[in-house]
């Protein structure tokens, strides 16, 4: 059964303002917090042992950054915040463009987990996704799917012109979960993959 998603893709709050899926485009009035998320940088080690690699893509931030202003943009709007989540971590061996690191799941509701990875050498971000399992996503579930796919889009697309090709690209609110299809999309710090296969949602954001 398709179930309805609550999309309200927003211009960019590049990590600065309040805003999410949902009916009556809510918005928040508390101050915004500082932008955090530069540009993709390769991380340098400054005592590399000649085993490790040094040439590394990330986001400019932590994991900890990354959850803090996730939390911020959706309090008070989402139905669980990230904030409250106790992830599991597991360790995250090096594979394809991926470096050695942490991986961090945080279980949002039932069929909906947000994950991050770290590096193992600087604990910068080199990855962060977004899983639903749509059959077994309730209303609640699928609002907050919503919520977090569209925040997470504009935290790492800092330029708003560029962030309304990026939402074009990857067709979320057009999507059906009935339909497997993948699309592709490229800001100016991240490039964005949007999965359904076998009624499974998958977001991805690396840097470029």
């Not at 931030?61 to 202003?69: A, C, N, S």
């Not at 067709?171 to 710090?189: E, V």
Request: proline residues 5%.
């Amino acid at each position: 059964m398709r179930k309805t998603r609550y999309l309200l893709l927003v211009p960019a709050i590049a990590l600065t303002l309040t805003a999410c899926g949902g009916s009556g485009g809510q918005t928040s009035t508390s101050p915004s917090p500082s932008p955090i998320l530069l540009e993709p940088t390769p991380a340098i080690s400054e005592a590399p042992s000649p085993n490790v690699s040094i040439d590394e893509k990330v986001f400019n931030t932590t994991v900890d950054e990354v959850v803090r202003v996730l939390a911020a943009n959706t309090d008070g709007i989402a139905h669980v915040s990230i904030a409250d989540v106790d992830p599991e971590i597991d360790e995250w061996e090096a594979q394809g463009s991926s470096v050695a690191g942490n991986y961090y799941s945080y279980t949002i509701q039932d069929g909906l987990a947000i994950a991050i990875i770290d590096s193992a050498q600087t604990g910068k971000v080199q990855s962060v996704s977004v899983t639903a399992l749509v059959d077994s996503l309730s209303n609640d579930a699928a609002y907050d799917l919503g919520c977090y796919q569209a925040t997470l889009l504009a935290m790492f697309e800092p330029d708003s012109d560029r962030l309304a090709d990026v939402e074009a690209d990857l067709n979320i609110q057009n999507a059906s979960f009935s339909d497997d299809n993948i699309y592709f999309a490229y800001g100016s710090i991240a490039e964005y993959m949007y999965m359904i296969s076998g009624g499974t949602s998958y977001l991805s954001i690396d840097p470029k």
